[in-house]
Each structure stands twice: as structure tokens, then as C-alpha cells.
């Protein structure tokens, strides 16, 4: 067997352990066999054999789930495997509406087998655990996968030492009593009980500092949860934190909301950098002032996936711990056989739905063009995004917008953007269209 990376995991590997051949470890006196440890290294995946070129895709958010898509469509004979540890899709996107009332679970829940079926490729419930690129192996705790290209789309992770949590014990306290609903399920139905639940006073919130999921999120949840606690007579305030003068995206659109709709309702404390949270005091401490709140999301600066350092794949100088790719091909450097996407590339585009799936799209093409020994040319993501600020009746803004690279500057910049800032019921509609649309080209 190949040298896995050099993570801790490579001690594991089959040659190690039967070179020491001795227990490796104890659980309350059972001795774990060495046939226990290695058998996920040893052992092949329970899935047919590939027929032609294998593509694996590990990671099925929105993202992922286009990329395997796509491939089939651009490559209708690869063979292509999504690899993800969750075995049911909640959208993070979209979600707001979800936690306003305005749709059920089950709009935004949908089945990654049926996603499979209906697209042709095989859907691997299963959690990577290291990869080894000489070997093209993934190993991951349903076997190893051998591949002949692998595209890596795991997301982000929350930085919490950006606001000033570097205790375990606070963070973990903050995580599961505060989350900020950008990354698990789990976040967004805590998140919808707490808005259920609330009875009163302060609801906090803030925009993290850098680029983070998604632009406009923090903003539209403002709205959405200052809608609910007028339209159920709850005598609470959203109070919204930003580091910025101005919201990040739709400035004039959701600065006009906060005004006109939600004056008594949502406090937009701008320009304030959280240096500490408490969430034993349940309190906020800015650069100016410290806010105690009744009921919060938090919502730190975000950073790639964990694993992608795990893997030896971040870029250890960027500020965001983001993957080290080539931003016109996406693969990570020095590696013609990994490609790495989703909301963990470094690039600045927006860390949106509508983003990745275009990014996905184009990055499906070029891998099945490269499969059949061609090049295509590289084309930008697309990012749109709606965002409803209103409930009473829905009414929505929103953005469109595409990039480009400026070889003079070496800097990424916008182009062919725009954005209404008015909001109104058309637009309202329109997000609810845009959604179904969009899941339906994901899972249908």
C-alpha cells in the first residue's frame, strides 16, 4: 500500500501496525485487534467496480451535487461516485424562508439517492478520512475508493478565535447554545426553535468580518426574524452587528428595509469588531460597547474545511485558510488529478448557491473534456441571489453579478453586475421560483 499524507492517520496505515504487532489501544479493558483498525484501509468500498473513467466527488452540498451532475452530462461515460457523510440534503440556502415560516422542511429536504438515481452516478454514504495522490486512493470509513480524478468540495468551518473564543470549553458552549446556522442541520433547527420559542428582548446577531455563507444571509435573517416577532406580537429586537459601515451586498436595499419595515425592530449596529463573546453572560463585547442579549447566532469569520489542512490541500497564507488551486482550473497545485471547489476556494466570488452551482457547472465540463483529451476555456460563476425582507407581504431585493480577472492588477474584480434594491412582491415570487428551480435541476 502507498504512504498516506502526512496526517496522524498515516500511523494507522496496515504496514504499521502489523510492523509493531501489538494492541494499539484499550476501551474500558477491551483490547481494539489491529484487524479493527485496518480494515478500512484494506478493505475496497461495497460499490461495483468502475466501468471507464472514474471522477470521485466527495462532498454533495450545492456545489458537489451539481458537479456529479454535470459530469454525466458532459461525460456520459464516466464513471462518477459522490462521497458524502450525510445521508439526507437540508439546504443551507434558502433556509430563511424556512425559519419565517414561509415553507416547510420539506421544501428545502430532498434525498441523495433519488439525486443519484435520477442522475445516473453513484452516491456513497461515507465520510473521507485521508487521501493518498500518488496511489489515486481516498479512504474514507466505509473503505478505500481508488479514483482516476478527484474533485473536493467539503465546505467551510467556523473560526471562532476570530472573535475572541480560543477556550474549548466557550466555544463549545457557544457552538451548541448559540450557532450561527451557516454549516450543519442541526444549526438551522435550534435556529428555528430559538425564533419559535423567543419571548422577548434581545435577539443578537452579526455579519463576520471576511468572506464568508453567504453575503446577504445575515442581513435577509434580520429581517425575516424581526417579520416573525411582529407578526406574532413578540416584544423582542433584533440587534445586528456588522464590522462593515454598510451591509456587504444590497446595501441600499436592506438599509431601506430596516428603516421603513423594522425601525422598532431591528437595531443595525455597524462599523463594531466582536473581540469576545461570552456565552455563559450571554454577552458580546465590540470594540465600543458590550451587548447582553437574551437569546443569539453567532456567527464567526469562517475558514476552508479542516480538512483540506488535514489533507495538506489549504493554502496556509491565506487569512481564511481557504484550498492552494489554480483559480481557472481548480486543482490543487501541483496535482492534475484533484480539483478542489465549492466555498472553500480562495477566490473572492460570493460564497452563494447560485455561485457554486456555476462554478460546478463549468468545472464538470472541463473535467470531462480533460477525460476525453481536450481543454475548454474557463468561464465565471454566476451569483444571484434573492433576498426576501419582507413577509407581510413577501417582498424581496436582489443581485446578479459575474467576475473577471484583471491581469494588470492580478486582482479579481466584477463585472456585468447589478442589483434592485427595491423591494417588492415580484422579486417575492421570484425567489421561491428561483429555489424550485434550482433543486430541481440538482435532485431531478
Not at 458524502?84 to 440556502?93: A, D, T, V, W
Not at 429586537?237 to 428603516?259: C, Q, T
Not at 469588531?273 to 447566532?297: H, K, L, Q, W
Not at 433576498?387 to 463585472?415: C, L, R
Request: contains cysteine; glycine residues 8%.
Amino acid at each position: 500500500m502507498k504512504k498516506l499524507s502526512r496526517r496522524n492517520f498515516g500511523k494507522l496505515s496496515a504496514l504499521g501496525i502489523a510492523s509493531v504487532g501489538l494492541p494499539i489501544g484499550e476501551v474500558e479493558g477491551t483490547t481494539l485487534s489491529t484487524v479493527a483498525l485496518t480494515s478500512i484501509v484494506s478493505r475496497q468500498v461495497n460499490i461495483p467496480k468502475a466501468k471507464g473513467h472514474r471522477v470521485v466527488v466527495v462532498g454533495g452540498g450545492w456545489s458537489g451535487l451539481t458537479i456529479a451532475k454535470y459530469l454525466k452530462i458532459h461525460g456520459p461515460d464516466l464513471d462518477v461516485v459522490l462521497v458524502e457523510r450525510n445521508s439526507l440534503f437540508i439546504s443551507h440556502p434558502i433556509s430563511g424562508l424556512w425559519l419565517a415560516g414561509l415553507v416547510n422542511l420539506e421544501a428545502i429536504t430532498f434525498s441523495y439517492m433519488d439525486a443519484a438515481a435520477n442522475n445516473d452516478y453513484t452516491y456513497l454514504n461515507a465520510s473521507l478520512i485521508d487521501l493518498d495522490r500518488v496511489s489515486r486512493t481516498i479512504f474514507t470509513d466505509q473503505g478505500r475508493l481508488n479514483y482516476d480524478d478527484l474533485i473536493l468540495a467539503p465546505g467551510i468551518d467556523y473560526d471562532y478565535g476570530s472573535i475572541g473564543v480560543e477556550d474549548l470549553a466557550q466555544e463549545q458552549l457557544l457552538k451548541t447554545r448559540y450557532p450561527a446556522g451557516f454549516v450543519s442541520a442541526s444549526e438551522h433547527i435550534t435556529l428555528k426553535n430559538k425564533i419559535k420559542n423567543f419571548k422577548g428582548g434581545i435577539f443578537a446577531m452579526n455579519a463576520p468580518a471576511g468572506i464568508y455563507r453567504c453575503s446577504a444571509t445575515p442581513y435577509e435573517r434580520a429581517c425575516l426574524i424581526a417579520s416573525v416577532f411582529k407578526r406574532d406580537k413578540i416584544k423582542g429586537k433584533v440587534v445586528l452587528i456588522d464590522s462593515r459601515e454598510k451591509p456587504a451586498v444590497s446595501a441600499e436595499g436592506f438599509l431601506g428595509a430596516f428603516e421603513e419595515l423594522y425601525g422598532d425592530t431591528i437595531e443595525y449596529i455597524n462599523s463594531s469588531v466582536i473581540s469576545a463573546v461570552n456565552p455563559e453572560n450571554r454577552s458580546v463585547t465590540t470594540d465600543f460597547d458590550e451587548i447582553v442579549f437574551d437569546d443569539a447566532a453567532i456567527y464567526p469569520r469562517i475558514r476552508g474545511a479542516r480538512l483540506l489542512e488535514q489533507l495538506g490541500l489549504a493554502d496556509f497564507n491565506s487569512a481564511q485558510m481557504e484550498a492552494a488551486i489554480d483559480p481557472f482550473t481548480y486543482n490543487a497545485l501541483g496535482d492534475a488529478h484533484v480539483y478542489i471547489a465549492g466555498d472553500c476556494r480562495p477566490m473572492p466570488f460570493s460564497k452563494s448557491g447560485n455561485t457554486a452551482r456555476t462554478e460546478g457547472m463549468y468545472l464538470a465540463e472541463l473535467v470531462a473534456a480533460r477525460a476525453r483529451g481536450s481543454e475548454i476555456l474557463w468561464k465565471s460563476p454566476h451569483t444571484v441571489c434573492y433576498s426576501m425582507v419582507n413577509t407581510q407581504p413577501n417582498e424581496a431585493i436582489m443581485v446578479d453579478g459575474k467576475y473577471q480577472y484583471d491581469k494588470a492588477s492580478g486582482q479579481w474584480e466584477h463585472f456585468e453586475n447589478f442589483a434592485l434594491n427595491k423591494r417588492n412582491k415580484v422579486m417575492g415570487k421570484k425567489t421561491f421560483d428561483w429555489a424550485e428551480q434550482q433543486f430541481l435541476d440538482m435532485f431531478n
